[in-house]
Each structure stands twice: as structure tokens, then as C-alpha cells.
């Protein structure tokens, strides 16, 4: 295979690793990373699909020991069974919308101006969040252990926000578990957790879906868009609980604003084709 089309794919990959879980937006970063690279067509929007694969893997080997231990736990281990219930709640609502509404939310949303609008309304979600919890004394809800199913479930009908472009399935879930009570940290590890199903799912799918489009020659530009997408989201989710523990999503915040912007100039003056 070409290497320079390996290269690509590693790229791809990093960017895909370093936005996954960020409350930044991945898809909008891949567009913008694929039409940068010269990078088109059907089999290219599959890969982006697939790639997120890489990162998931990432957060099911950090979190190896915990997910064993909930599902050994299931039979016998109250606590196990809340938090896989939990998981369930916050995953079924988005996964019900998607299936039904996915296909006119790419026919009709998928432009610049939408992806743009998502980005800069969740910057301003984030402003007026962090200057709320600033404002409390303590979260109501320390830590993924502590979440009660109302919560889990209100995070799930969040979480339906991010299939409009731009949003940011992360930022949905974070920043709205944190308007919910949850403290930072606590709104980090219930989205990775809830990333888990979501993602595999949607990967599976797109993948099943559009298997006509792939052959044995495309295992190796898959197979480094996991690796570096597995790499890169390990180092920025070790990094994000870092962050989380000392510092607000408000840098995020201005970052999606401008990046926002930056997408209303890409898409006046035809710099990248948003068109799904």
C-alpha cells in the first residue's frame, strides 16, 4: 500500500485519539483533517467511522480491571449492577434516536453552518455551566458509584443533542452530566463509560453496513488508524483526568468558538465540503 496514504491514515488516527473524548467534537476535526489531507469518498467516511474503534479499545484497557470486576459482579454485587444499568440508561436514548433519525440528520444537518452552530452553542453550554458550578459549593454527585438511574437516564437524553454535527457526543455527556450535579471527574468517567457501547455500536454498524466497499488491501490503512487512534486517546485520556482534577472545560470552550469560526470561513469560501 502507499505510504504516503499510510501516513495519512496515521494521521487520521492521532486526530481521531486526541478529540475522541475531548468535548471538542472528533467528526468535525476529521472532516476538516480528511479535506487537509485530500482525502474523499465513501470508504474515507467509513474509516472514521471504524477508527473510533482504536480509541474505545483504549478505555476498555485502562479501565480493564473495573468492567471485569462489574461483570463478574452482576449476580451477586449491588453496586455492579447499578452502574451496568446506569451505562444501559445513558446508552439507549442517543442509540433509539440514531437508528431512527440518523439518516435525515446527515441528508439535512450535515453542512457547515450547522456543524459550526453546534460547535459554537456548546461553547457557550460549557461557559454558562462552569460559571454555575462555580457558583455551588460542591457537586452533588461525586463520583460514578454515587450516580442514581434519574441521573444516568437524564445524561442518555443529553447525549441525543450530539447527533446534530458539531455538537460533540463528549461535550454532550460531560458537560450535561455536570449540569445535572455530577462533579467533573464523575461526568468524565460516565462518558467514557457510555462512549463504550455507543461507539463499538456505531462502528459495528457503518462497518456492516458498508462492507461492499471494502477489501483485504484496506487491512493495513485500517489497521494503523486503530494503532495510533488506541495510542493517542490513551495519552489524552490519562491526561484529561489529570486536567479534570485541577482545572474547568472553559479553555474548551473558546477553543470550539473559534474552531466554530473557523468552519464559517471553510464553508464561505468552499474550503471543505461538509456535505456528508
Known amino acids: 500500500m502507499d505510504p504516503v496514504l499510510l501516513l495519512q491514515a496515521a494521521l487520521m488516527g492521532v486526530v481521531e485519539g486526541l478529540t475522541e473524548f475531548l468535548p471538542v467534537s472528533s467528526t468535525g476535526h476529521l472532516i476538516l483533517t480528511a479535506a487537509l489531507l485530500g482525502l474523499a469518498g465513501d470508504k474515507i467516511k467509513v474509516f472514521e467511522v471504524v477508527i473510533q474503534t482504536g480509541a474505545i479499545l483504549a478505555i476498555v484497557g485502562m479501565y480493564w480491571q473495573r468492567l471485569v470486576g462489574t461483570l463478574r459482579g452482576l449476580p451477586h454485587e449491588r453496586q455492579a449492577r447499578r452502574l451496568t444499568l446506569n451505562v444501559l440508561l445513558g446508552f439507549a436514548p442517543a442509540?433509539?434516536?440514531?437508528?431512527?433519525?440518523?439518516?435525515?440528520?446527515?441528508?439535512?444537518?450535515?453542512?457547515?453552518?450547522?456543524?459550526?452552530?453546534?460547535?459554537?452553542?456548546?461553547?457557550?453550554?460549557?461557559?454558562?455551566?462552569?460559571?454555575?458550578?462555580?457558583?455551588?459549593?460542591?457537586?452533588?454527585?461525586?463520583?460514578?458509584?454515587?450516580?442514581?438511574w434519574r441521573d444516568a437516564l437524564g445524561v442518555g437524553l443529553i447525549q441525543c443533542a450530539a447527533l446534530v454535527p458539531g455538537v460533540s457526543r463528549s461535550c454532550a455527556t460531560i458537560i450535561g452530566g455536570m449540569a445535572l450535579g455530577l462533579s467533573r471527574r464523575g461526568a468524565t468517567e460516565f462518558s467514557f463509560f457510555l462512549a463504550i457501547p455507543m461507539l463499538f455500536g456505531a462502528a459495528t454498524y457503518d462497518l456492516y453496513k458498508h462492507r461492499a466497499l471494502l477489501d483485504a488491501s484496506d487491512l493495513p490503512l485500517f489497521a494503523v488508524g486503530l494503532a495510533t487512534s488506541f495510542a493517542s486517546a490513551w495519552v489524552c485520556v490519562k491526561w484529561l483526568l489529570r486536567y479534570v482534577a485541577t482545572h474547568t472545560f472553559v479553555p474548551f470552550a473558546w477553543y470550539r468558538i473559534g474552531f466554530g469560526l473557523l468552519i464559517l470561513a471553510s464553508g464561505a469560501f468552499g474550503w471543505v465540503n461538509w456535505t456528508p
Open 95 to 148: 442509540a433509539v434516536a440514531g437508528f431512527l433519525f440518523i439518516g435525515p440528520i446527515k441528508s439535512v444537518l450535515f453542512n457547515a453552518w450547522v456543524v459550526a452552530a453546534g460547535f459554537i452553542a456548546g461553547g457557550l453550554v460549557i461557559l454558562w455551566v462552569e460559571a454555575r458550578q462555580a457558583r455551588q459549593s460542591s457537586p452533588r454527585v461525586v463520583d460514578v458509584d454515587a450516580l442514581r
